[in-house]
């Protein structure tokens, strides 16, 4: 939301017109932090979510009119009398929306009373006299007040302070100051300064609606929300996926209350280190396989495990947290959570009954996500589960239908359920569908190396029968090689 011309134009008209109000030593009974400094009239943002400022045009400061002697005297009166604004007889209340404007502009500069601003948007709040572009105004000076004390290295618990006052004053800005903050210490390299500054919003027990603003809900579109929340996924976005998640289990463990939408980020951050993870075991165990590097020893499979241990359960630890604290909706995305996660580690049985778990909520999962978790399943030898979740395939369309019997066919022959693959693929045939190429190989293979280990024909001869009724393979032949007698036999097909 972009400030709108006017509010901008009583920006710049305040620094023309500052040089004719009269200047004052006494200030309000509030002060700013002592290790701060007093901030200067900011500059207007392009937009309210802009993390910098724009400075607005000095030109149109020529254009507009002196401020008349009204004005001026009532800012001269505030500056002699600063406990005034609170009075229901102040000068202020003579003052038109424009001026009004002006004097929040004026205390605002550098070398004013900065808090007398606040007072006076305060005044303005419980009078009802703070419009839209008044609103915008004291936002693009807030933001302004929160670059110059981060920039200037001021201590986090004064920003916090300040943010404290804003909140008492009732600005509400439709966007989080705490999470404006969070980001100019983020961008600027202070990430422990900015790890710090939450905390000490947590201890504060949060800053009313300048904790949230507007991403504050939790929702599934991978919005921020909440400081602790926001934090972690600046992190979770710089690829800082596994210290995202300790952050957030560090701020509830040591007695703070991080939002409950949190705890989804840190969730989300598991699934992401949870697909990095299985990437490296799957390059790992290909080096070993080829022979690039030696087995590895005891000792690291042990770290192997345990890591993947920690990460399933840091995954429940989240999920019980959001479950507890969170309401009725939090608990589909909890479960679309836990099933990525158990399904990019491999745990069938688990991801199975978050499986169910979404669907008893209504929320359907998708059909992949159904051959996936029964491509695991068949993979692992977990025959009820397979048979759970083939009970409605049947009634499903032939497209669908031979998507899901070749995910579970996949399944068994990475398992190395032979025998299974060999049943699945004559079921695909008797249903008829039609299995892939590189499947019907892979099957066939497979079955070759088993007529090796096991002398058996048995199920080989059966498919490449089956295969050639129904024309995916022409007629071949079979040989073996008897040892004992030293005797080749073949066999026609």
Not at 208 to 221: L, Q, R, T, V
Request: include cysteine.
């Amino acid at each position: 939301m972009a400030l709108s011309s006017h509010a901008t134009t009583t920006a710049t008209a305040a620094a023309a017109a500052v040089g004719t109000f009269p200047q004052s030593t006494r200030s309000s009974s509030r002060r700013l932090p002592a290790s701060s400094v007093s901030p200067r009239p900011p500059p207007p943002p392009r937009s309210l979510r802009l993390d910098h400022a724009a400075a607005p045009s000095l030109s149109a400061a020529a254009t507009v009119p002196a401020p008349e002697g009204l004005l001026a005297a009532a800012i001269e009166h505030l500056e002699r009398e600063p406990a005034s604004v609170a009075a229901d007889e102040a000068p202020l209340a003579a003052l038109s929306p424009r001026e009004l404007q002006l004097v929040l502009v004026y205390f605002a500069q550098e070398g004013r009373d900065a808090y007398c601003a606040l007072e006076v948007f305060d005044w303005l709040r419980r009078a009802n006299r703070v419009d839209g572009e008044t609103m915008e105004l004291m936002a693009a000076i807030a933001c302004g007040w929160i670059e110059r004390l981060v920039g200037a290295g001021g201590d986090v618990a004064d920003v916090a302070a300040l943010l404290g006052e804003m909140d008492c004053v009732g600005l509400r800005p439709g966007f989080s100051l705490v999470e404006k903050a969070v980001a100019l210490y983020w961008d600027r390299g202070e990430r422990e300064l900015a790890v710090e500054f939450v905390r000490d919003v947590l201890r504060r027990g949060g800053l009313g609606a300048a904790a949230g603003g507007e991403h504050s809900s939790a929702n599934g579109d991978g919005e921020r929300g909440g400081p602790v929340g926001y934090l972690a996924w600046k992190m979770m976005m710089d690829g800082d996926y596994r210290n995202a998640v300790k952050l957030v289990i560090e701020f509830k463990e040591t007695g703070l209350k991080p939002e409950v939408y949190s705890y989804l980020i840190g969730l989300t951050a598991l699934v992401k280190e949870q697909k990095e993870f299985s990437k490296a075991l799957r390059r790992l165990n290909s080096s070993v396989k080829d022979g690039s590097i030696s087995k590895l020893d005891a000792e690291s499979m042990h770290s192997i495990e345990k890591y993947q241990s920690d990460l399933l359960s840091d995954g429940v630890l989240l999920s019980n947290w959001a479950v507890q604290e969170g309401s009725s909706e939090v608990l589909g995305l909890v479960h679309e959570r836990l099933l990525s996660l158990y399904t990019c580690a491999g745990c069938g049985l688990e991801a199975e009954h978050q499986l169910w778990e979404m669907k008893l909520l209504g929320r359907e999962p998708d059909t992949q996500l159904y051959d996936v978790v029964l491509a695991i399943c068949a993979s692992q030898g977990e025959a009820a589960a397979v048979r759970r979740l083939l009970a409605g395939v049947e009634s499903t369309s032939a497209g669908r239908r031979k998507k899901s019997m070749s995910w579970l066919l996949r399944g068994y022959v990475k398992g190395g359920f032979i025998l299974d693959a060999s049943e699945t693929l004559i079921q695909m045939l008797d249903m008829g569908l039609f299995p892939d190429y590189l499947d019907r190989a892979a099957v066939l293979t497979a079955l070759r190396r088993n007529i090796q280990e096991s002398g058996s024909l048995e199920s080989y001869l059966k498919l490449c029968k089956r295969l050639s009724e129904t024309d995916l393979i022409g007629p071949c032949i079979v040989y073996l090689y008897v040892r004992k007698f030293k005797l080749w036999m073949a066999h026609m097909l």
